[in-house]
T-cell receptor, first 113, second 112 residues
């Protein structure tokens, strides 16, 4: 049958503003999470990760927040730049599943100069 | 340190044919996972290999198979290709004791 493409939510921000990308995960047993950035024609690029024993983790210009109560993950990008324009995915994993990750459908970030 | 490499980058096949894709992990990485990415289904896990053994499998038909060699390089094979197999096939590798998963650039497979 005909396949229906995933409708990617799009976040448009002005260059220099902060961006917040959200992700709802499905498995309450997931204990490890990764945010990826995927540019057109490339494979996903690792941005930042967080384990379930943490609520917050900061990297360079990025912060990941984890709310296990509502199974929600967010990625904050400070001072967003045009080079940040891409599709962002969250991925969840449970250590019992070794390296099998489940990916969200993604959010397209569009940075306006 | 070289990243994950995948060959070929692009491939065009016809229905009924079979295809083999290759993935070379980052040096020292022994885990190789394969994913299929399509506009309709997003990123879906195919299987994972570690020390030449498949230790995890997704929900794909038996036409999708893989293997891993002693140098950790991995191949995946798709037999009796269908139009719906057109996708970007990604491999991701991980080092022992770490969970960070690093992806290759992918192989774009088009089935006509």
């Amino acid at each position: 049958g005909e396949s229906v493409g995933l409708h990617l939510p799009t976040l448009s921000v002005q260059e220099g503003d902060n961006s917040i990308i959200n992700c709802a995960y499905s498995n309450s047993a997931s204990d490890y999470f990764i945010w990826y950035k995927q540019e057109s024609g490339k494979g996903p690029q690792f941005i930042i990760d967080i384990r379930s024993n943490m609520d917050k983790r900061q990297g360079q210009r990025v912060t990941v927040l984890l709310n296990k109560t509502v199974k929600h993950l967010s990625l904050q990008i400070a001072a967003t730049q045009p080079g940040d324009s891409a599709v962002y995915f969250c991925a969840e994993n449970n250590a019992n599943n070794f390296n099998k990750f489940y990916f969200g459908s993604g959010t397209k970030l569009n940075v306006k100069p | 340190k070289a990243g994950v490499t995948q060959t070929p980058r692009y491939l065009i096949k016809t229905r009924g044919q079979q295809v083999t894709l290759s993935c070379s992990p980052i040096s020292g990485h022994r885990s190789v996972s394969w994913y299929q990415q399509t506009p309709g289904q997003g990123l879906q896990f195919l299987f994972e290999y570690f020390s030449e053994t498949q230790r995890n499998k997704g929900n794909f038909p038996g036409r999708f198979s893989g293997r891993q060699f002693s140098n950790s390089r991995s191949e995946m094979n798709v037999s009796t290709l269908e139009l719906g197999d057109s996708a970007l096939y990604l491999c991701a590798t991980q080092g022992q004791g770490h969970n960070e998963q690093f992806f290759g650039p992918g192989t774009r497979l088009t089935v006509l």
